[in-house]
């Protein structure tokens, strides 16, 4: 659906350097990477804004290169939420509809269903500063969203509210993409791309290091920067099937493996992860308080830089961070069984967006 394709752009004192990813129709396409990566860039490139030094970008096709933004009628929202200050949310939403020619009963009809479809609504007569962030984003929302966008950019659009905002305008963004609206998204947030994204690329100092499905990247980086940004690589896709009042919650990863961490009594799909630090390796079964413990088989142990990894095949893979001292005291070599464990406090459950 859209393709860039090497594309080149200096900007002031910083360079894209031969820029190429795919995003289906329907993807929810993270771009993620560090402050000063380059990400706001390639939106911007994408969205017309800019004009790339060389290379093409095509949607549907179409090379769309050198097309102007509005031929593009691509939405995009910043982070900063970019609303007219001196208009109500009604004003706001219509802003794009009048722009189209639509007056009258049909301009209402139109503003009252992007209104409901964020949730702000009941907000239509007020005004920006009179709104929470959480409010203004929607409003920044509903106003693109009439445009009736071919591609949604959002550029770091959750890192100026609050937690729970935050998990409420995820479920919207999931449910805007679920609705058919291709999404690409600009973060430096591993949970946030865990929680969204479809497909992503990792971007670094102007350069794309990696492009391919979440599972793909978080257990498979292709670079040592890329496995740095990523941070955790045990992580899985993996359902909530019983907790406690006490907060005690039994995820499944599949048929057979079910692990134990504490959630805030959320429910449903999502992911589990925890660190290669948490996991313990022993060749004799454990008698401490971990209440994740499974038999495995050592297939790969690989140097780091301070020690070792070990990839343990305990009916799902598991990495564990490793001494070497601690490698050669137990003998660990690929084919030698060894028992694995963790505890619950050290695994995160992390839903996704309904």
Known sequence: MLRVE??????QDFSLNQISFTVDQGDYFMLLGPSGAGKS??????AGLHKPDSGKIFFQGVDITHIGVRERNFGIVYQDYAVFPHLTVYGNIAYPLRRKGIRGKELHKQVTRFAERVSVAHLLARH?????????QRTALARTLAMEPRILLLDEP???VDVK????????????????????????????????????AVV???CIEQVGSVQEIFQNPR???????AGVHNFYPASIVEFSEHGLTTVRLNDTIAICCYTEGCNGEGFVCFSEESVILSTEKPHQSALNVFRGRVVEIFPQRFGLMAVVDAGFRVLSKVTWESASRFGLTPGV??????????????????
Not at 6 to 11: R, T
Not at 41 to 46: A, D, G, K, R, S
Not at 180 to 195: K, N
Not at 223 to 229: G, I, L, T, V
């Open 204 to 206: 670094n100092g102007g």
């Open 6 to 11: 090497g594309v080149c752009k200096k900007f």
């Open 158 to 160: 959750l890192s100026s």
């Open 223 to 229: 670079s040592e920067f890329a496995a740095m940004f």
């Open 128 to 136: 920006p500063q009179t709104l929470s962030g959480g409010e203004v």
């Open 165 to 200: 905002l935050r998990s409420e305008l995820r479920s919207l963004l999931r449910s805007i993409n679920s609705s058919g609206q291709t999404v690409i998204h600009v973060t430096h947030d591993y949970e946030e791309t865990l929680a969204l994204a479809s497909h992503l």
């Open 337 to 354: 069984e060894v028992w694995v464990s963790f505890k619950a406090s050290s695994v995160r459950f992390i839903p996704r967006a309904s």
């Open 41 to 46: 860039l390639i939106l911007e490139t994408i």
